[in-house]
């Protein structure tokens, strides 16, 4: 029998206690070679609260863990009775897999790393004046001379002390005049 990707459906916020409960049980019980992976997949993502950028881990799909094994009936009873654990995604009582290209699809989501939210867009060009509306240099304007979008920064040109100084920002703390 090989193995094939499943759903379970768990209380939300006990995705990575599930992962560790099921993981604990495997090991005592010397199931490894059934169960090949438990994954719960997160994204980076960048939010900004009271002016500061954090990046943080989120779960991309609350309530929901995947997981590789060979099923069969003792399996099924093991993973179905874990704490935290409702129950299987399928039609009625029957467990049902994910194909390889959804799951590959949700594992390359998951490595990519920053997620479009993280990665933010700005409509801004080399040569545009823009004025900084977050950090120490808020207030200040000056001219776009570098942008770097894989970053979400750019170099600003702005004027201190009468001389043309170089500040590196993010896209957040800029925007355009």
Known sequence: M???????????????????????????RQMQEK???????TQEVAEIKNGKRKVSSKISFPGYVFVKMELDDELWYIVKNTPGVMGFVGMGNEPTPLGDEEVEDILKATEEGPSEEYKQAIDIAVGDKAKIVDGPFTGFSGVVDEINEDKSKLKLM???????????????QIEKI
């Open 158 to 172: 702005i004027s201190i002390f009468g001389r043309s100084t170089p500040v590196e920002l993010e896209f957040f």
């Open 35 to 41: 169960l090949n992976q438990v994954l719960v997949p």
């Open 2 to 28: 090989s193995s094939a990707w499943y759903v379970l459906h768990t209380y939300s916020g006990h995705e990575n206690r599930v992962k560790l409960t099921l993981e604990q049980r495997i090991l005592e």
